[in-house]
């Protein structure tokens, strides 16, 4: 599970198992959870976050989408 990004209290990460799946992340605050495809943006699914979470999550995948959609690729092309 690679942390590929920190923002705040969010961290984003991959699952390993993810490989054949469409480009996403998961971010996780506390005990909650989130998964946002990358491509594009937009929420998968939400456990425990609330609206104004979401848009927050959703600004910081936005700002970060390139870098997230690379990191993807990357670490499933050498995993």
């Known amino acids: 599970m690679p942390t590929v990004l920190r923002v705040g209290a969010y961290r984003f990460f991959f699952y390993a198992g993810d490989r054949n799946k469409p480009s996403h992340v998961h971010v996780e605050r506390d005990e909650k959870i989130a998964k946002f495809w990358l491509e594009p943006v937009r929420?998968?699914?939400?456990?425990?976050?609330?609206?104004?979470?979401?848009?927050?999550i959703q600004s910081i995948v936005v700002e970060n989408q390139e870098q997230l959609r690379e990191v993807w690729h990357e670490y499933f092309r050498n995993a």
């Open 43 to 56: 929420l998968q699914r939400s456990g425990g976050f609330n609206r104004v979470d979401i848009k927050q």
